[in-house]
């Protein structure tokens, strides 16, 4: 995929979303959910969409199914990962990243994150603070919203699965910071080791 319009993100913040609502709804309640947030049917896949309708998806869930969504929206995004691996990172690259020490391999990873934060973050601004802490400023997933809890799961859970699969099978990934809970405008990602 050729770099986005600042408007669109990839397609996997919705594809990969649908796995997820068909085995909890089936396929009914994919097509419902898709109606609900005023999708006429899901991305081919081939090309970056624009960022609202993604937003759009995420924040329909969020309100439909409440309960479920949090868990939902981590699957997705560990299901987006899984593509990134498959897809999008080379296997000699992949190899390369989990031979080196885990503080290396977290650099370069980080850099690779950053140059490709136009598949996500849209009309956001993303910033690597360092290796194992990320930003998005103003993220176009849950722009305008207010929560008393996290809700950018979706990212946390891509960054998370990335980081256990190439540096360490430990990681994980913490939203520390929500722009909808602290109005602040910032979504801040730490990566933690486990032990």
């Known amino acids: 995929m050729t770099p986005a319009r600042r408007d669109e993100i990839g397609p996997n913040a919705i594809l990969q979303f649908l796995p997820v609502i068909d085995r909890q709804e089936g396929r009914e309640g994919v097509r419902r959910m898709l109606a609900a947030a005023g999708l006429a049917g899901s991305p081919d896949g081939t090309r970056m969409i624009p960022e609202t309708e993604a937003a759009?998806?995420?924040?329909?869930?969020?309100?439909?199914?409440?309960?479920?969504?949090?868990?939902?929206?981590?699957?997705?995004?560990?299901?987006?990962?899984?593509y990134i691996l498959a897809h999008r990172i080379p296997k000699p690259a992949q190899w390369l990243l989990k031979a080196l020490p885990a503080p290396l391999?977290?650099?370069?990873?980080?850099?690779?994150?950053?140059?490709h934060a136009w598949t996500f973050a849209g009309t956001g601004t993303f910033r690597a603070v360092d290796a194992w802490t990320f930003e998005i400023r103003d993220n176009p997933l849950i722009r305008g919203e207010t929560s008393s809890s996290p809700l950018c799961g979706w990212n946390a859970a891509v960054f998370g699965h990335l980081y256990a699969a190439l540096v360490d099978r430990t990681c994980i990934c913490v939203e520390t910071d929500c722009a909808a809970v602290t109005g602040a405008h910032v979504c801040r990602f730490r990566i933690r080791r486990g032990r």
């Open 56 to 82: 759009a998806l995420h924040r329909t869930l969020r309100r439909l199914m409440p309960r479920q969504a949090a868990g939902m929206a981590a699957e997705a995004g560990r299901g987006t990962a899984d």
């Open 105 to 115: 391999s977290a650099r370069l990873l980080a850099r690779a994150i950053a140059a």
